[in-house]
Nanobody, 119 residues
Framework: QVQLVESGGGLVQAGGSLRLSCAAS??????MGWFRQAPGKEREFVAAITWSGGNTDYVDSVKGRFTISRDNAKNTVYLQMNSLKPEDTAVYYC??????????????WGQGTQVTVSS
């Protein structure tokens, strides 16, 4: 199973930007997703991308602000987050597996990285 290592989380002021990275081991052609989980909330779909990058999807609340991309030569997936809002505060997880919006579509998960947006 693919192993995922995340980086890039941190503390940022509202309106600022962060870029999360997720490095995947191996050569498998996995579709990738980003999810987030705030305290007391269910794990929420954020964005997904196919292996080729030809298809992407986003939850409505981040459309126009977040961009998912990948560099397959580096086995790395990115989540560029702009115009951050306090409600974006959560632990962010990358995942590998079937393309989709459901947690159950993904079989491998990163350790999570904290994103905190202050007002």
């Amino acid at each position: 199973q693919v192993q995922l290592v995340e980086s890039g989380g941190g503390l940022v002021q509202a309106g600022g930007s962060l870029r999360l990275s997720c490095a995947a081991s191996g050569r498998a052609r996995y579709n990738m997703g980003w999810f987030r989980q705030a305290p007391g909330k269910e794990r929420e779909f954020v964005a997904a991308i196919t292996w080729s990058g030809g298809n992407t999807d986003y939850v409505d609340s981040v459309k126009g602000r977040f961009t998912i991309s990948r560099d397959n030569a580096k086995n790395t997936v990115y989540l560029q987050m702009n115009s951050l809002k306090p409600e974006d505060t959560a632990v962010y997880y990358c995942a590998a597996g079937a393309y989709g919006k459901a947690v159950s579509n993904y079989g491998a998960w990163g350790q999570g990285t904290q994103v905190t947006v202050s007002s």
